[in-house]
């Protein structure tokens, strides 16, 4: 069962991050091969990332 609190805005992710608000929406419209399959879903206009999802993109920034 998926939690909400597993659940995060782009906004939010890139806020996690320590990146600027748009980081995440800016990765997901210009290299959208850099966030993790099934991590993510566009529900209408909002991005949504999951925690794991988070996760995994903050472990190839410090590749």
Same mark, same amino acid.
């Given at each position: 069962?998926? =939690?909400?609190?597993?659940? !995060?805005? /782009? $906004?939010? /992710?890139?806020? $996690? @991050? #320590?990146?600027?608000?748009? !980081?995440? %929406?800016?990765?997901? *419209? $210009?290299? &959208?091969? =850099?966030? &993790? =399959? #099934?991590? !993510? +879903?566009?529900?209408?206009?909002?991005?949504?990332?999951? =925690?794991? #999802?988070?996760?995994?993109? +903050? %472990? *190839? @920034?410090?590749?």
């Amino acid at each position: 069962m998926l =939690k909400l609190d597993d659940l !995060y805005t /782009a $906004k939010e /992710a890139s806020q $996690k @991050l #320590g990146k600027e608000d748009s !980081y995440i %929406r800016t990765l997901h *419209n $210009k290299t &959208p091969e =850099k966030l &993790p =399959k #099934g991590e !993510y +879903r566009k529900i209408g206009r909002e991005l949504i990332i999951t =925690k794991a #999802g988070i996760e995994i993109i +903050r %472990r *190839n @920034l410090k590749k």
